[in-house]
């Protein structure tokens, strides 16, 4: 299914390395995923998320904060009993291998990130998913790939899913709630803005349907809400004062996930 990033011809596997037509070739790393990212795509020298970030979420979601959104991902995607799923911008692969696990042995399950360091993880802690380095802008996928795509809080090009995503295919696409995380804003602006909840238009695609996951997460340690702080854009508004001030004294946030299931229009 994979194909060159510089030339899109298919690639094909040999000895441990996946090669095209042009004899452009990527070797398979020892955790078995593949670095299909040239080094001309790259907007910085380590793209993604660092060493430290994913080590910070991984600890925040193996303590099962994030589990009913992961239960609820499942859920969806178990019942359509997809042959193919791509998770695009997978991560550390906390919810592809959750996913995994809850579908049945014949689902090919594919995942890309741009970050080494979470593909890396990733593909050693589940080798029973296909991880490769990769843009979302430019997939390294044929055309016609997938049953469905699993996008939480990522980004991607339209083109490109239209274009991976089998006819009738669809997109499960994951975003804040209006209250997600809502005490961090309010301990950093003076007024808070919340998550706009209009349904987003996604080129290509039509929307389906919508579920709303709501819960509030008691904090079981400091260490738990400073992981998290970790995982979020709004880190950078915390100084070290505040921050450990409200990593102290918060006993409990607000969860609020949007899921949106999209279909490729005819």
Excluded at 225 to 249: C, G, H, I, T, Y
């Amino acid at each position: 299914m994979y194909i060159c990033p510089l030339c899109r011809q298919p690639l094909q596997l040999t000895d441990a390395q996946l090669q095209c037509a042009s004899r452009h070739s990527f070797d398979l790393a020892k955790e078995g995923y593949v670095n299909l990212l040239p080094v001309q795509h790259k907007n910085s020298k380590d793209p993604g998320d660092n060493k430290q970030m994913i080590v910070a979420r991984r600890a925040f979601l193996q303590s099962g904060a994030y589990q009913p959104l992961s239960d609820a991902i499942n859920t969806v995607l178990a019942a359509a009993d997809p042959s193919s799923i791509l998770d695009s911008g997978c991560g550390e692969g906390y919810y592809s291998g959750r996913l995994q696990q809850a579908l049945t042995p014949a689902t090919a399950m594919y995942g890309i990130d741009i970050s080494k360091a979470a593909v890396k993880y990733a593909a050693r802690q589940y080798p029973a998913i296909q991880f490769a380095v990769a843009s979302a802008y430019q997939l390294p996928f044929a055309d016609n790939s997938f049953d469905w795509v699993l996008r939480v809080y990522a980004p991607s090009d339209s083109t490109e899913l239209q274009r991976v995503v089998k006819p009738q295919g669809r997109l499960l696409s994951v975003n804040p709630g209006p209250n997600h995380l809502i005490e961090m804003k309010q301990a950093v602006y003076p007024e808070v803005k919340l998550h706009n909840d209009a349904v987003k238009e996604q080129p290509g695609f039509s929307h389906v349907k919508r579920q709303r996951l709501c819960y509030t997460l008691p904090i079981a340690e400091p260490a738990q809400l400073d992981n998290l702080l970790q995982m979020v854009p709004l880190a950078w508004k915390f100084n070290s004062e505040n921050r450990q001030a409200f990593v102290s004294a918060t006993r409990s946030i607000s969860i609020d996930f949007l899921l949106d299931v999209y279909q490729l229009s005819s």
